[in-house]
């Protein structure tokens, strides 16, 4: 049988991690745990240093990638790591302690606990005061990029809260950490690249570059391929500092967000009420209709208020992050920009109602209620997911997480087994689907 790629790539993991374990000083008289962990840092070690050639092309000197790389270790408290579990004979099997163990984000949890009243509050009010104080450069930016200012400064007070957010990681230790054992380690490499190249061209030393868990940087969060493709220099001192300049980082978010197709004629969603008993298998991206055939269908804009007429040919789609449990939203391409900054259904939500809120000057609330829904763990969505693609159901990415084709395909099910139609996941039906 002639191996795949993967298995190639596994087969030669494992030899360089016996080998690296082989090397590991005293390995027989150490615990376990440290005779695995020893032999990954040196089989990271070795990885890194097989990069050279891809940051050599990217324009990264040996020096800078010498400075920065030798001698690094892993960060193992990072979340979404998985750590190898070399599968050889005589080698070593992942430690218990090892074993990655679910931590939950924000963006992925329970609906309604990303909408506290209090903290949507807070940043509404800062939000008002920092606009206050920046107006000028405020208003600069919204002219040029067509971005309105609130939603700048929602996604700044969201990401960092307007600055005052500690941000404790080192962005090079974590994004090679994530790189290299990470859930979605293909994405980290090239931000691996990126980071080096913004040492190596003087955008930011080493030791500005505090990242959150995940590598992201600065006042408004920004991955290395991020500022690599969107950071500006807005204040005009010849540099695009996201880290220490307030301007640039704001402008920098008005640019990433233009530049990924934010139309400045459109809101980002209208809340709405649905009509009793709306077939909810029809939301998402793929269901789009133009406002007015979403009239047709009982569709109406809450508190009574019309849609504007002049955008009632816009096509938008149904949001349900809650399934039939939440609110409901009919979005506009600017959430799918959003959320292309995010990519959380929550998250969209989340900024353009601390936008509206700062632009209106008012403690907007949401006209839907956000019922409690019940709990599970991602990996009791993963199995749940792999066996509704086994029965045929498109969930979109099997992650583990509730996203919109995952709640399509909960909706079909609850109609072919005759429960409730809720579009969001309940214990009845998981058990049911997985036994």
């Not at 302690?97 to 509404?124: D, H, I, T, W």
């Not at 939440?326 to 939500?349: C, E, M, Q, R, W």
């Amino acid at each position: 049988m002639v191996a795949t790629s993967f298995m190639r790539s596994r087969l030669a993991f494992a030899f360089g991690f016996a080998l690296a374990l082989a090397a590991v000083p005293g390995a027989g008289a150490a615990s376990p745990t440290s005779d695995y962990k020893e032999a990954v840092e040196a089989s990271f070690a070795q990885w890194l240093d097989g990069l050279w050639p891809e940051a050599e092309a990217a324009g990264v000197s040996r020096a800078t990638f010498d400075a920065q790389l030798k001698g690094l270790k892993l960060d193992w408290s990072l979340p979404q790591l998985v750590p190898p579990d070399p599968a050889y004979p005589g080698g070593p099997a992942l430690p218990a302690a090892m074993k990655p163990k679910p931590k939950p984000q924000a963006e992925f949890g329970v609906p309604q606990n990303y909408f506290k009243a209090r903290s949507l509050n807070a940043l509404a009010n800062s939000g008002r005061a920092k606009y206050r104080q920046l107006a000028p450069t405020l208003k600069a930016i919204e002219e040029q990029y067509g971005v309105p200012a609130s939603i700048v400064l929602a996604i700044w007070g969201r990401e960092t809260g307007y600055g005052r957010a500690a941000l404790p990681h080192d962005a090079v230790t974590a994004i090679a950490t994530q790189a290299f054992m990470g859930r979605r380690a293909n994405e980290f490499r090239p931000h691996l690249i990126g980071a080096l190249k913004i040492v190596e061209f003087g955008h930011a030393t080493r030791k500005m570059m505090k990242s959150s868990w995940a590598g992201a940087m600065g006042h408004t969060q920004f991955l290395p391929g991020d500022f690599e493709d969107y950071a500006v220099d807005f204040d005009g001192d010849g540099r695009r500092d996201i880290w220490r300049s307030v301007p640039d980082a704001l402008a920098s978010a008005g640019n990433s967000l233009r530049s990924q197709g934010w139309d400045g004629k459109q809101p980002w969603a209208y809340e709405v009420t649905l009509p009793k008993k709306f077939d909810c298998t029809l939301q998402g991206p793929d269901q789009a209709l133009p406002i007015k055939e979403w009239i047709d269908l009982g569709v109406q804009r809450v508190k009574g208020r019309p849609f504007p007429e002049d955008r009632l040919g816009d096509w938008t789609f149904l949001v349900l992050p809650a399934g039939m449990k939440g609110p409901a939203f009919l979005a506009t391409t600017n959430f799918s920009v959003l959320k292309l900054y995010n990519n959380s259904d929550v998250y969209a939500i989340f900024v353009g109602h601390v936008a509206d809120m700062i632009a209106y000057n008012t403690p907007v609330q949401f006209v839907g209620t956000w019922h409690p829904v019940e709990r599970f763990t991602r990996d009791r969505v993963l199995k749940f997911q792999k066996v509704l693609v086994s029965q045929g159901h498109d969930v979109g990415k099997v992650d583990g997480l509730v996203g919109f084709k995952t709640r399509q395909s909960i909706g079909k099910e609850e109609k072919a087994r005759e429960l409730p139609l809720t579009c969001y996941p309940s214990h009845a039906l998981i058990n049911q689907v997985l036994k």
